[in-house]
C-alpha cells in the first residue's frame, strides 16, 4: 500500500484475491495496481480503502466463476471533459434490495466529484415515493468527500420502495397522490420543479422502465428529461443484461449463509435441510450459489474418519424454475443419499414450482396475494415448505429444516467483483448524462458482452437461466441429478 503523487490510494494487484483485472478506463495507473478512489485525494479514498480491506478479510472475492473476466469490454474514455455536464441531477433507488445500492449511490457521486463537479446531485428519498412526495437529500461537499464510505453498506442509504407510477390506485391507496392526481403527471411537476435534466435510476426492469415512461410523459411537456439507469437485481434476469449489479455478491453471500446452516444436519439424524434462494423465475441466483458454496467447500479441510465429510455437507439437489423435477425420481434418489450419509442438503428457487402451488390454491378457492407489479408474494407461497412436505415421506426424513438466505445475501454490501463492475457502470452513466442518452447501462449480451447504454425499448424482465451452461451441466453430474437437466434438454 502507497500513496501516489496525486493523492490517490492503491493496493498491489498482487494483494488480490484472484479478482479479474478490471475495465481499461479504471487503469490509469501502473497495472500492477488498483486504483481505489480516483482523484479526490486521501480523505476520500480512505472510505474505500477500508471497504476493500474489510472484504478482503472477510469476504472470498473470487465470485466470476461463472462470467470470466474477458467477457468486459475496455472503455473508450478521455481524461479530457466528457461533454456538456448537466446543471442537476437525481439518483433514486427502488425496488428490492439488492447489494450493490450502496455502492452505487457512492459510485455516481463519486464519478460526478471527480468529473464534474459543478454538477448539482440529490437524492430522492425512498425511490419513487420521495419523487412524490417532494422528498430529497441535496448532496453536500461534505458527502462527495467521503462518499466510499457507502462501498462499505449493504441496503440504501436513500431508502427504497415498491412504487409503480402507472398504478394509479395503488398510489392513492397509499397516500403518494390524491384522489384524481395522475401519479406520472405528480412525478413530472416534482422533477420539473427541482430543475433535474438527468434522472439515475437504480433498480430492476420495472424501476428503469417506469423511469424511460416519466421521460416519455415529460417529452410531451417539451420538457427534455434524461433517464440512465443501473440494472440492480439478484435474480440476475434482465434482458439484455449479461450480469446485473449484486448478483455476484448475493451468489457469495448466500454460499457464506449456508456454510452454517449446513452444520444442522449433525443435530439430528436423517436430517433434510431445504435452502431456499431468492429467484421469481430465474435459477440463476440458485445454480450460482450452489456452485460457489461448492467451490468453497473444496477449499474446506475434512476429517471423514470421524463425521466430518464433503458428501454429508455437499449440495445434494439443485431445484430451478426452468427445470422440471421428477418427484418419484428424485425422491428414490434422495432417500439413498440420506440411507448413506444420514441426511440430504437441496438448494431450491423461491420460484421453483410456484405456478403448480398457485394453480392448486386457487383451485381450493384461496386468493393469492399479489403486488403492485402484480408479482406473486412469495414469501407466503413458500415453495421451499411445499417441496420439503413433499419429499420428508417420500424419503423418510426424521426431522425437515427450511431455511431462506434471501434477506441475509440482498442485504449485504458489494464484494470488490461488483464495486469494480459498479464503477465501470458509474463512469459509462456520467459520460452517456453529458451526452443526454436514454437507457440502461449494462453488459449488453447481444455485444459481446460489452459494457455500454442498453436501450430502453430492449429492456425486459423476466430473463430465465440457461441451464445448458457447461459449468451447470458438470455440477449437476457430480452431484449426480444430471438425469433431471438431460430430461429438459430432450423436451425442448
Known sequence: LYVA?????????????SAPEPPQAQRRFPPECILLE?????????????ATAWHRRH??????????????QQLDRSDTDLGHPPKKVAILTAGGLAPCLSSAVGALITEYAVTHPSTEIICYVNGYKGLLLGESIKVTPAIRATAGALHLHGGSPIGNSRVKLTNVKDCVKRGLVKEGENPQQVAADQLVRDGVEVLHTIGGDDTNTAAADLSRFLKQMNYHLCVIGLPKTIDNDVFPIKQSLGAWTAAEEGARFFENVVAEHSANPRMMIVHEVMGRDCGWLTAATAAKYRERLRKRPMLPQIGLSKARLDVHAVYLPEVPVDIEAEATRLKQIL?????VNIFISEGAGVKDIVARLEAEGKEV????FGHVKLDLI????????TFSGLIGAE?????????FARSAAANSDDIELIRASAEVAVKCACDSLNGVVGMDEDKDGELRLCEFERIAG???????QKWFVDMMNEIGQAHNVQDSMDQN
Open 38 to 50: 480516483p482523484r479526490l485525494g486521501l480523505s476520500a479514498g480512505l472510505p474505500c480503502l477500508l
Open 382 to 389: 413458500n415453495p421451499g415448505k411445499y417441496f420439503a412436505d
Open 462 to 468: 423476466g430473463k430465465t437461466f440457461d441451464y445448458k
Open 339 to 343: 440411507d448413506d450419509h444420514d441426511n
Open 369 to 372: 396475494e399479489r403486488d403492485a
Open 399 to 407: 426431522k425437515v429444516m427450511v431455511q431462506k438466505s434471501g434477506y
Open 5 to 17: 503523487p496525486q493523492i490517490d490510494v492503491r493496493v498491489p494487484r498482487s494483494r488480490r484475491a
Open 59 to 72: 469476504v472470498d472475492t473470487d465470485s466470476r466463476s461463472m462470467v470470466k473476466k474477458e467477457d468486459f
